[in-house]
């Protein structure tokens, strides 16, 4: 399977950071292409001390954990707009926004994107494909949910980083995890954890 993977400047680096993991660990994936917004760096190095500056696929290799020349993740530059997710010739089974901030949420909506996360964002929603959005932000506002509700209408799947608690994490970790296994879920790329509410729990 081929995906995009896109970063935005919203806080939550670290659900993109797992999600990059598990699904390289996953097997079901032969190559994710990377995007990362501007911003990306600074919320990274704010929220887990990493630079992400004039990032090169080593670089993002290293902070992945992944071996030195591991060729599964592909970077495309923001301003690559002739980059392979940017056509929808290129056959994949779609695209991941995570975190997606309200600025790239809104950018999605209008249509009228300028960079290649939007561009690769509208691609899957033309071509009819698996459009997954992550968005962080805390309250919304009107504009933010007139956004998500537009999207969700023209088939993107809106996936809140709301971590939940019915699985009774102990760690960090434990909360990402679970988010991030869920965003796997939708692509139905295979895990180690259990992410199905089965009742048995409820006495
Ligand atoms: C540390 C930090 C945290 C931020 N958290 C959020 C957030 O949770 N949600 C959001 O929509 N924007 C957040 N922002 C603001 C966005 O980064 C900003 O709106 C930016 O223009 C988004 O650009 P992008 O969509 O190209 O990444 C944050 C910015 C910083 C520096």
């Given at each position: 399977?081929?995906?995009?993977?896109?970063?935005?400047?919203?806080?939550?680096?670290?659900?993109?950071?797992?999600?990059?993991?598990?699904?390289?660990?996953?097997?079901?994936?032969?190559?994710?292409?990377?995007?990362?917004?501007?911003?990306?760096?600074?919320?990274?190095?704010?929220?887990?001390?990493?630079?992400?500056?004039?990032?090169?696929?080593?670089?993002?290799?290293?902070?992945?954990?992944?071996?030195?020349?591991?060729?599964?993740?592909?970077?495309?530059?923001l301003d690559n707009l002739a980059a392979?997710?940017a056509?929808?010739?290129?056959?994949?089974?779609?695209?991941?926004?995570?975190?997606?901030?309200?600025?790239?949420?809104?950018?999605?909506?209008?249509?009228?994107g300028t960079n290649l996360?939007?561009r690769a964002?509208?691609?899957?929603?033309?071509?009819?494909?698996?459009?997954?959005?992550?968005?962080?932000?805390?309250?919304?506002?009107?504009?933010?949910?007139?956004?998500?509700?537009?999207?969700?209408?023209?088939?993107?799947?809106?996936?809140?980083?709301?971590?939940?608690?019915?699985?009774?994490?102990?760690?960090?970790?434990?909360?990402?995890?679970?988010?991030?296994?869920?965003?796997?879920?939708?692509?139905?790329?295979?895990?180690?954890?259990?992410?199905?509410?089965?009742?048995?729990?409820?006495?």
């Open positions: 399977m081929e995906l995009t993977l896109a970063i935005t400047g919203a806080s939550g680096t670290i659900y993109a950071y797992r999600t990059l993991q598990l699904l390289a660990a996953s097997g079901a994936v032969e190559t994710i292409n990377l995007i990362m917004s501007n911003i990306v760096p600074t919320v990274a190095q704010v929220e887990m001390n990493v630079n992400l500056r004039e990032p090169t696929a080593e670089k993002i290799n290293n902070w992945l954990g992944l071996a030195k020349d591991s060729k599964i993740i592909r970077f495309w530059r392979k997710p056509s929808g010739s290129n056959k994949q089974a779609g695209m991941i926004v995570v975190p997606c901030s309200m600025g790239t949420l809104g950018a999605i909506a209008s249509g009228a996360i939007h964002a509208d691609v899957c929603l033309k071509e009819s494909r698996k459009l997954l959005l992550v968005p962080r932000e805390t309250p919304f506002n009107a504009i933010h949910l007139e956004n998500m509700l537009k999207l969700s209408r023209v088939g993107a799947t809106i996936l809140p980083a709301s971590p939940s608690f019915y699985h009774q994490p102990k760690t960090i970790d434990d909360l990402v995890d679970h988010l991030c296994f869920r965003i796997l879920d939708q692509f139905e790329i295979p895990h180690s954890r259990k992410t199905q509410w089965t009742g048995e729990e409820v006495k």
